[in-house]
């Protein structure tokens, strides 16, 4: 059994490719339009049951030329212990992988993909890149890798594959729709204005949720607090002790850690403790299947109310239930005790005598006991009025957004957006138009930067109520030249599933306020 070398000659298991360029509509020169640098990082990922190599590919893109230079740098120097976290410090985007295991297909995007390297065009791009990165990391390395990469390097072999695969999906894909809704299962990531992906502007991000299957308790972590990375000085940020056996980070627990990997462990930290106890509650059963990030509205404010009402309670009304709580409770016989004792009681006290004929007279032929009583002496029942608890109330949130996109990138993100919140909150039919199942629901949250804000108020999953959108705020039909409008106006109605409780909040009893809570 020959012997499969463990890293690649830059002593890594990882290495990566030269820089290419590609650009929206194959332009080579920069301009509006999209354009992308792109690194092929190859990585070895173990070998099969054969003792073959397995290789697994990752297309990085990159704004600028400085970008992926020093993604490169940090691949190739080990720098981060994940190759993600070196494209996320260099500002990079993974838009598409493959591997040469057998079912795993060769080149697909992943959801960081943009629209127009999505393309035909784009995709033709892409794919040509990216086989002469592989091939030249071939033709570097040596044979092994040179022939056992050939799924990424030729494209005959690459397509056979991946056309093979794509009919036994295509054919599981027909039999979970024999079952499932015909709802729309996936929305793209949106932002507004353009320039908010990649800033530190506070914002607002909602997430298009859809329910997914839960799986088991067995093994649940207790109640944790959310973790939040920052950077510090000196020995760094310790990660939580109690992530569950299995989970990514799990070999990294209660260990000091760099900025970087806390940030990396930050972001995956809910699906990471989406198990157990964690699973009752709303956010940790649903998956996200898009998201729009806006600036944060003008005017937020909620209202955590309760409800409070009117009771009353008269004395004939009072030994009746009495009574039925001692039979309920008691017995039959106690119940019996009871009656008597009201019976006797009426008997010696003219007082209630009278109030009982009044209340049963009153009954019989359907009329206010108080109005005879009234009538015969001017009396009435003592209702023993009081304000009661009637139990918690549902918050409504409001927002109000105005559009004004600057150019066509932004004049298409403003429509996908629009059209993401009226579909997602449209009543679905199921597989043959027999019963209507639920809307999407809803994640929102407050970030200052790439953080939770602290000091804004934290949400519940909630429903879209109304989506209203007014394409002429201005009361004046204004477009740019391909018809798309000037402005929009964008008011978005939410409302919780469920109400607030007190052990919704953190526990401050220590006086450790952290957050402004729900």
């Given at each position: 059994?020959?012997?499969?070398?463990l890293?690649?000659?830059?002593g890594q298991?990882?290495?990566?490719?030269?820089?290419v360029?590609?650009?929206?509509?194959?332009?080579?020169r920069?301009?509006?339009?999209?354009?992308?640098?792109?690194?092929t990082n190859?990585?070895?990922?173990?070998?099969?049951k054969n003792?073959?190599?397995?290789y697994?590919?990752e297309i990085y893109?990159?704004?600028?030329v400085?970008?992926?230079k020093?993604?490169?740098?940090k691949?190739d120097?080990?720098t981060?212990?994940e190759?993600?976290?070196a494209?996320?410090?260099s500002?990079?985007?993974l838009?598409?992988?493959?591997?040469?295991?057998?079912g795993?297909?060769?080149f697909?995007?992943?959801?960081?993909a943009?629209?127009?390297?999505?393309t035909k065009s784009?995709?033709?791009?892409?794919k040509?890149?990216?086989?002469k990165?592989?091939?030249?990391?071939g033709?570097d390395?040596?044979g092994?890798?040179?022939n056992?990469t050939?799924?990424?390097?030729?494209?005959k072999?690459?397509?056979?594959?991946?056309d093979?695969?794509?009919a036994?999906?295509?054919?599981?894909?027909k039999?979970?729709k024999?079952?499932?809704?015909i709802?729309?299962?996936?929305?793209?990531?949106?932002?507004y204005p353009s320039f908010?992906?990649?800033?530190?502007?506070?914002?607002?991000?909602?997430s298009?949720l859809?329910p997914k299957?839960?799986?088991?308790?067995?093994?649940?972590?207790?109640r944790?607090?959310?973790?939040?990375?920052?950077?510090?000085?000196g020995?760094?940020?310790?990660?939580?002790?109690?992530i569950?056996?299995?989970?990514?980070?799990?070999?990294?627990r209660g260990?000091l850690?760099?900025?970087?990997?806390a940030?990396?462990f930050?972001a995956?930290?809910d699906?990471?403790?989406a198990?157990?106890d964690?699973?009752t509650?709303?956010?940790?059963?649903?998956?996200?299947?898009g998201?729009?990030?806006l600036p944060?509205?003008?005017g937020v404010s909620?209202?955590?109310?309760?409800?409070?009402?009117a009771?009353?309670?008269?004395p004939?009304q009072?030994?009746?239930?009495n009574i039925a709580f001692k039979?309920?409770?008691?017995?039959?016989?106690?119940?019996?005790?009871q009656?008597?004792?009201?019976?006797?009681?009426?008997?010696k006290n003219k007082n209630?005598q009278?109030a009982?004929?009044g209340y049963i007279?009153?009954?019989a032929v359907?009329?206010?006991p108080n109005?005879?009583?009234s009538?015969l002496?001017?009396?009435?029942f003592?209702?023993n009025l009081a304000?009661?608890?009637?139990?918690?109330?549902?918050?409504?949130?409001?927002?109000?957004?105005?559009?004004?996109?600057?150019?066509?990138?932004e004049?298409?993100?403003?429509?996908?957006?629009?059209?993401?919140?009226?579909q997602?909150?449209?009543?679905?039919?199921?597989t043959?138009d027999i019963?209507?199942?639920?809307?999407?629901?809803?994640?929102l949250?407050?970030?200052?930067?790439?953080t939770?804000?602290?000091?804004?108020?934290?949400?519940?999953?909630c429903?879209?109520?109304n989506?209203?959108?007014?394409?002429?705020p201005?009361n004046?039909y204004?477009t740019?030249?391909d018809?798309s409008m000037?402005?929009y106006?964008?008011?978005l109605?939410?409302q919780?599933?469920?109400p607030i409780?007190n052990?919704?909040?953190e526990d401050?009893?220590?006086?450790t306020?952290r957050?402004?809570g729900?």
């Amino acid at each position: 059994m020959s012997s499969i070398p463990l890293t690649f000659n830059n002593g890594q298991t990882s290495t990566t490719s030269e820089i290419v360029v590609v650009s929206e509509g194959g332009r080579k020169r920069p301009g509006e339009r999209g354009k992308s640098y792109l690194v092929t990082n190859l990585v070895k990922d173990g070998a099969d049951k054969n003792n073959r190599p397995l290789y697994k590919r990752e297309i990085y893109s990159f704004d600028s030329v400085s970008d992926a230079k020093s993604f490169q740098f940090k691949i190739d120097n080990g720098t981060f212990k994940e190759d993600s976290q070196a494209a996320a410090q260099s500002g990079g985007s993974l838009i598409a992988t493959g591997s040469t295991k057998d079912g795993v297909k060769s080149f697909e995007y992943t959801n960081n993909a943009e629209d127009w390297q999505k393309t035909k065009s784009g995709e033709k791009q892409i794919k040509n890149a990216s086989r002469k990165q592989v091939e030249n990391i071939g033709r570097d390395e040596g044979g092994v890798v040179r022939n056992h990469t050939t799924e990424f390097a030729k494209k005959k072999v690459g397509d056979a594959k991946d056309d093979s695969i794509d009919a036994a999906e295509n054919e599981l894909e027909k039999k979970k729709k024999e079952r499932s809704g015909i709802g729309r299962k996936k929305y793209d990531n949106l932002f507004y204005p353009s320039f908010i992906k990649k800033s530190n502007q506070d914002k607002l991000r909602i997430s298009i949720l859809k329910p997914k299957l839960q799986v088991s308790s067995e093994g649940s972590s207790n109640r944790r607090d959310r973790f939040q990375a920052f950077k510090t000085r000196g020995e760094g940020v310790r990660l939580p002790y109690d992530i569950p056996k299995g989970e990514m980070f799990y070999s990294r627990r209660g260990k000091l850690v760099g900025y970087g990997e806390a940030e990396a462990f930050e972001a995956a930290q809910d699906r990471i403790y989406a198990r157990g106890d964690n699973q009752t509650k709303p956010e940790f059963n649903k998956e996200i299947i898009g998201s729009v990030t806006l600036p944060i509205p003008n005017g937020v404010s909620d209202q955590n109310a309760v409800n409070f009402g009117a009771g009353t309670l008269n004395p004939a009304q009072k030994e009746l239930s009495n009574i039925a709580f001692k039979t309920i409770l008691e017995g039959v016989s106690e119940g019996g005790r009871q009656a008597r004792k009201a019976f006797d009681k009426a008997v010696k006290n003219k007082n209630i005598q009278r109030a009982v004929a009044g209340y049963i007279s009153g009954t019989a032929v359907g009329i206010d006991p108080n109005e005879i009583l009234s009538r015969l002496d001017g009396t009435i029942f003592n209702n023993n009025l009081a304000l009661l608890f009637k139990g918690p109330t549902l918050r409504p949130f409001t927002f109000q957004f105005t559009l004004s996109p600057r150019d066509r990138g932004e004049a298409v993100q403003v429509q996908k957006i629009i059209r993401a919140f009226k579909q997602s909150s449209a009543t679905q039919k199921t597989t043959g138009d027999i019963f209507l199942a639920a809307p999407n629901t809803y994640g929102l949250q407050f970030f200052k930067g790439p953080t939770p804000h602290s000091f804004l108020p934290q949400f519940k999953e909630c429903a879209l109520l109304n989506v209203g959108v007014n394409y002429m705020p201005d009361n004046s039909y204004m477009t740019y030249e391909d018809s798309s409008m000037v402005s929009y106006s964008l008011t978005l109605s939410f409302q919780e599933l469920e109400p607030i409780f007190n052990s919704d909040f953190e526990d401050l009893d220590n006086n450790t306020d952290r957050t402004i809570g729900f």
